[in-house]
């Protein structure tokens, strides 16, 4: 999910108007009046001497409200779910719900509690404030946990279509940018994503994923694609995964 560019030429972010004036929708890379998206990832694996075999299966649904921003999230990876709620402050900070899933016995333990407690509202809800720069073409996105503590502040960058062209992300604001990790994109005449890279918190490609046999519908969103990936010596993997989306529209 990510181009790289040449030059990042840090803006003044200034605080003015603190609500969400760009909605969920295109931080998603997605357009027209979404309701539900349903994507299914599937990883296939070239073993030496045999076809590919289906490895994982991962799948994520998105619920949209009328304005574009998200509503309810859920996602299932092999055994484990999970399912987040969304909603908007007076202040126009989104609020994120973690629903506290019970463990599936059957999957791996999950993470604990970081310094130990239990998983009560203060762990489960997540606040995200927003600013912007004065051009709308740079939004700081900075997350806390409802005791206030820090998780992690992500920064997304805009083309002059609306598109997101890079995203990074840091720990704390005292961080370096990108100190946590960094994504750049790369989309078509169409505006569909075409090429991601990622990059470590030094600068230096990690990887490289193209995406290639693309569909559209009608609202000019993918529904579905293929994507491999190469190291940082263009050594492509023996692994494709073909995504599949279905989107529904109000």
Same mark, same amino acid.
């Given at each position: 999910?990510?181009?790289?560019?040449?030059?990042?030429?840090?803006?003044?972010?200034?605080?003015? #108007?603190?609500?969400?004036?760009?909605? /969920?929708?295109?931080?998603?890379?997605?357009?027209?009046?979404?309701?539900?998206?349903?994507?299914?990832?599937?990883?296939?694996?070239?073993?030496?001497?045999?076809?590919?075999?289906?490895?994982?299966?991962?799948?994520?649904?998105?619920?949209?409200?009328?304005?574009?921003?998200?509503?309810?999230?859920?996602?299932?990876?092999?055994?484990?779910?999970?399912?987040?709620?969304?909603?908007?402050?007076?202040?126009?900070?989104?609020?994120?719900?973690?629903? /506290?899933?019970?463990?599936?016995?059957?999957?791996?333990?999950?993470?604990?509690?970081?310094?130990?407690?239990? +998983?009560?509202? /203060?762990?489960?809800?997540?606040?995200?404030?927003?600013? =912007?720069?004065?051009?709308?073409?740079?939004?700081?996105?900075?997350?806390?946990?409802?005791?206030?503590?820090?998780?992690?502040?992500?920064?997304?960058?805009? /083309?002059?279509?609306?598109?997101?062209?890079?995203?990074?992300?840091?720990?704390?604001?005292?961080?370096?940018?990108?100190?946590?990790?960094?994504?750049?994109?790369?989309?078509?005449?169409?505006?569909?994503?075409?090429?991601?890279? #990622? =990059?470590?918190?030094?600068?230096?490609?990690?990887?490289?994923?193209?995406?290639?046999?693309?569909?559209?519908?009608? +609202?000019?969103?993918?529904?579905?694609?293929?994507?491999?990936?190469?190291?940082?010596?263009?050594?492509?993997?023996?692994?494709?995964?073909?995504?599949?989306?279905?989107?529904?529209?109000?």
């Amino acid at each position: 999910m990510k181009i790289l560019l040449t030059t990042f030429l840090s803006v003044l972010l200034v605080p003015q #108007s603190l609500a969400q004036s760009k909605p /969920d929708k295109y931080l998603n890379d997605l357009r027209g009046t979404v309701h539900t998206v349903r994507r299914t990832d599937t990883v296939e694996v070239k073993e030496t001497g045999k076809p590919l075999k289906t490895d994982n299966i991962v799948e994520f649904i998105e619920t949209y409200d009328r304005q574009g921003n998200l509503a309810e999230k859920k996602s299932t990876a092999g055994l484990n779910l999970q399912q987040s709620v969304f909603s908007h402050d007076g202040q126009g900070r989104r609020i994120e719900k973690m629903a /506290d899933v019970p463990p599936n016995p059957l999957a791996p333990p999950r993470p604990a509690v970081p310094g130990g407690g239990e +998983r009560n509202a /203060d762990f489960l809800t997540l606040i995200t404030t927003y600013r =912007y720069d004065a051009e709308k073409r740079q939004l700081e996105a900075a997350t806390k946990r409802l005791n206030g503590q820090w998780l992690w502040i992500d920064t997304y960058l805009f /083309d002059e279509k609306g598109w997101v062209i890079e995203r990074a992300r840091k720990d704390k604001p005292e961080d370096a940018y990108g100190s946590r990790f960094r994504f750049v994109y790369k989309h078509d005449e169409r505006g569909v994503q075409v090429e991601s890279a #990622s =990059y470590t918190a030094e600068g230096k490609l990690q990887e490289k994923t193209g995406y290639k046999d693309i569909s559209v519908d009608s +609202r000019g969103n993918w529904i579905k694609r293929t994507a491999t990936t190469a190291d940082t010596n263009g050594k492509v993997r023996d692994m494709t995964v073909t995504s599949i989306r279905e989107i529904t529209y109000y």
